[in-house]
């Protein structure tokens, strides 16, 4: 429950309770969080240090508690507490092999058949591209990516560690023809269970550029492929979709003619993680809404333009033909 989310929650209805579920059913889903947004939509924050419910976001009884009583998996050894156990956290939990299961979380990422859809294809499908992917047929859940070893870590698209180890890129090496250079950079989904990226808000992109020998890019030298699920800020269509489902790769062909300048050939694999929200904000920005919300929209457009890193760079010396060595 980021700033992004509260600020546009803060300028909806207070008794707008369909829409806020539209949003907070998987950001903040407990009845008391509900409650607490639609009294923070009618009162002024008096500045308390303590978050409120629906600020909280996902907590731990979003997952763990069900009609009062606290659930979660079973010990490795397979084994339950009894209810006889002393000393145990809360006294003890009920074990469920649900945890377990990638279906546990499909009710936060994946539409259900007939909701939200752009270009025929659900704009939450997570679960289904999982599903149809080697990673159900070997049994590889979602909770063994994302939750290694029972951590509660969800690392993600925003993970810069996550996301080196979900592809495999290659960069071939720039061949001369003429006073033009070929080359190629790969990258193939070879560690996501599911669409790489999943969801529309992250674009990947992949460059090949010409660099002088202090490695500043030379104008009209760079040619680049974008990964990502592009669609309209209002979300009324797909403008392209050329994510990579599991296994599958894509090729930047690289062709330009040598500037005279250029030393090197450089390959990169940028993640913008949250390109589509940078751009959604800066639209809500320029417009009269939000009000309320506007300063933490301005801190969520803030969050959104440091998110980017760099998965991949290389660069390669760029010889003319007759160039000793």
């Known amino acids: 429950m980021g700033p992004g989310v509260l600020g546009q929650l803060l300028d909806m209805a207070p008794d707008a309770s369909d829409e806020h579920q539209d949003c907070i059913r998987c950001h903040a889903p407990?009845?008391?969080?509900?409650?607490?947004l639609a009294e923070a939509i009618v009162k002024t924050r008096t500045g308390s240090a303590q978050p409120l419910p629906h600020e909280q976001g996902l907590t731990c009884a979003a997952c763990h508690v069900r009609g009062h009583e606290r659930f979660g998996p079973p010990r490795r050894d397979r084994s339950a507490p009894g209810p006889d156990v002393a000393g145990l956290p809360h006294g003890g939990w009920k074990a469920s092999s649900a945890f377990e299961d990638s279906r546990f979380c499909a009710a936060c990422h994946q539409f259900r058949e007939g909701e939200f859809a752009l270009n025929g294809k659900l704009l939450e499908?997570?679960?289904?591209?999982w599903k149809s992917s080697r990673y159900a047929r070997e049994g590889k859940s979602c909770q063994s990516c994302h939750m290694p070893e029972r951590r509660h870590l969800w690392r993600g698209v925003h993970d810069e560690s996550m996301m080196k180890s979900a592809v495999a890129i290659n960069a071939a090496a720039p061949v001369r023809a003429?006073?033009?250079?070929?080359?190629?950079l790969s990258i193939r989904n070879t560690g996501t269970g599911?669409?790489?990226?999943?969801?529309?808000?992250?674009?990947?992109i992949v460059e090949i550029y010409q660099a002088t020998a202090n490695g500043k890019i030379l104008p009209d030298t760079l040619q680049v492929h974008v990964i990502a699920r592009l669609v309209e800020l209002d979300l009324s269509r797909e403008i392209a979709d050329t994510r990579l489902a599991p296994d599958e790769e894509a090729v930047l062909r690289y062709r330009r003619p040598?500037?005279?300048?250029?030393?090197?050939?450089?390959?990169?694999?940028?993640?913008?993680?949250?390109?589509?929200?940078?751009?959604f904000f800066e639209s809500s920005l320029a417009s009269a809404q939000p009000v309320r919300g506007k300063p933490m929209i301005r801190s969520a457009?803030?969050?959104?333009?440091?998110?980017?890193?760099?998965?991949?760079?290389?660069?390669?010396?760029?010889?003319?033909?007759?160039d000793s060595g």
Do not use: C, M
């Open 30 to 36: 407990l009845a008391e969080q509900a409650a607490s």
């Open 125 to 129: 499908n997570t679960y289904e591209e």
């Open 258 to 279: 040598v500037h005279r300048r250029a030393g090197f050939l450089v390959y990169r694999v940028r993640v913008a993680p949250d390109a589509f929200y940078k751009e």
């Open 194 to 204: 599911h669409h790489f990226p999943t969801y529309v808000t992250p674009k990947v």
């Open 301 to 322: 457009l803030e969050r959104a333009r440091r998110s980017p890193f760099t998965i991949f760079e290389e660069q390669r010396p760029l010889r003319r033909a007759g």
């Open 178 to 184: 003429g006073n033009s250079v070929e080359a190629s």
